[in-house]
């Protein structure tokens, strides 16, 4: 089999390398790269005898556990696409999901056959559902699904699928923030080199050049990392899959709810080295249990608190610092379209900016004007903070959006975030943000305004 830059290549390549260590910890569940390895052949194998393949969709509709992740891998190994599902979704959200990503089969919690059985009749293309225990007593029968362990336990654990490609598709959907969670299409390479670093986030060596190297950027020492959010949100799955493309240790939240002295325990416990959050949200209550219950964790082992995917705001920043004096604080900008676009190099430039970042050949501001093609900023001049190179090539079943979003520049595509930035005198890139923020939360639209104004 020729090697790729297709996840399922990579992580099979890390496995071969580092087996017998722990990979996943999720509440009691712990599984080594082995065990993750063999365990996603066997639900590729199931999912093939159900006639899903080469791009079909599969949903993965479930809160944090290792089955999220084993099933996600699955998919990859048959060159099948996994979605991400919002299990917060209500009936006409969750059947515009269901349709808008054309799914065929869904592997989900058990409490949640209610929902599907709800509206499965209308999502006529889903034929398969695997139902992962999770202590709930709702009747498989209901959407004639099968339990997860019992479509393992009659499939094969070895590795013996078709060559897979740089462009299969992973497809992330959004939360829906200004409207329908649209999907976004990322080729495999693209997705890893853009939102992964290419392998190189731990290493020395830097991104991969060759799918190969993957080998040597795993770490002798692994690194115990906590990702706090879903791994239904982007930004939780991709530092999921950045830890496991490393072979370092993957701690994941099991608790329903994110409450902070619970996630100390979780920290003491697995002695974590790294904890992701997802900006202040997540930051206020992890400060207030601390603050809360002085020298009651010992979180020595903590190195990094690092945020992506919202506004850490500097004050919040600055606490973690207070407790945390030796820590490193890491805050990155990005979204589901554009992976990571670099991190707050502190050098803050206008009192209402998000952070500052370095401006590159794929990093840059794109003016956009009525009536005028797209171009590029000039120093002090303000636009939308964009991307090219390692980008998406759209969003699925929505080719207007698309080409909104977009552009050709030159000659290049470029990606607009969205997000109003201008470009400083100095050549870098200070980010404001956008004018308006909408939250989607249980299938309600909370909209935030802010000023983006100097």
Not at 143 to 154: L, R, T
Not at 308 to 319: I, P
Not at 349 to 366: H, P, Q, W, Y
Request: proline share 4%.
């Amino acid at each position: 089999m020729t090697m790729t830059f297709n996840i399922a290549d990579l992580f099979e390549k890390v496995a071969e390398t580092v087996g017998d260590r722990e990979a996943i910890i999720c509440g009691d569940n712990r599984a080594t790269y082995d065990a993750l390895e063999k365990g996603a052949n066997q639900i590729a194998h199931y999912l093939q005898s159900q006639g899903v393949g080469a791009g079909d969709h599969v949903g993965l509709y479930m809160y944090n556990n290792a089955e999220y992740l084993e099933a996600m891998l699955a998919c990859f190994k048959i060159r099948a696409v996994p979605i991400n599902v919002n299990y917060r979704y209500v009936k006409d959200e969750l059947l515009y999901i269901f349709e808008n990503a054309d799914m065929v089969a869904c592997i989900h919690n058990r409490e949640f056959i209610p929902h599907i059985a709800e509206i499965r009749a209308a999502a006529k293309d889903m034929q398969t559902f695997i139902s992962v225990d999770d202590g709930s007593d709702e009747d498989l029968v209901q959407i004639d699904a099968i339990d997860y362990q019992v479509a393992k336990q009659v499939q094969s654990d070895k590795r013996d699928f078709p060559d897979r490609a740089d462009d299969d598709l992973f497809i992330l959907y959004t939360g829906g923030t200004t409207g329908m969670p649209k999907g976004v299409m990322w080729p495999h390479k693209n997705v890893f080199m853009a939102a992964m670093g290419g392998g190189g986030h731990f290493s020395p060596l830097g991104a991969c050049v060759e799918p190969e190297d993957i080998a040597s950027r795993v770490l002798e020492n692994p690194i115990v990392g906590i990702a706090l959010a879903p791994l239904m949100h982007g930004a939780s799955w991709w530092y999921a899959c950045i830890q496991l493309l490393a072979g370092n240790k993957l701690v994941l939240n099991h608790h329903r709810s994110l409450i902070g002295e619970e996630v100390w325990d979780i920290c003491e416990r697995e002695k974590c080295n790294a904890v992701q959050i997802v900006g202040d949200a997540m930051a206020i209550p992890l400060l207030d249990a601390l603050e809360a219950n002085p020298d009651r964790w010992d979180l020595t082992p903590i190195f990094n608190v690092g945020s992506g995917g919202a506004v850490f705001s500097e004050s919040k920043q600055d606490a973690f610092k207070a407790i945390f004096p030796n820590v490193f604080i890491t805050n990155s900008f990005g979204s589901s379209e554009s992976g990571q676009m670099g991190m707050d190099n502190g050098q803050k430039k206008g009192e209402a900016g998000l952070g500052n970042v370095t401006r590159s050949e794929f990093m840059d501001v794109i003016v956009v004007e009525e009536g005028q093609p797209p171009r590029h900023a000039k120093p002090g001049e303000m636009g939308i903070f964009s991307r090219s190179g390692y980008i998406p090539v759209g969003y699925y079943n929505a080719p207007e959006k698309t080409a909104e979003t977009f552009l050709d520049v030159d000659g290049k595509i470029w990606l607009l975030t969205g997000d109003e930035s201008i470009l400083e005198e100095d050549g870098t890139i200070t980010v404001y943000g956008r004018g308006s923020n909408c939250i989607n939360s249980g299938g309600e639209k909370y909209s935030l305004k802010k000023s983006s104004k100097r």
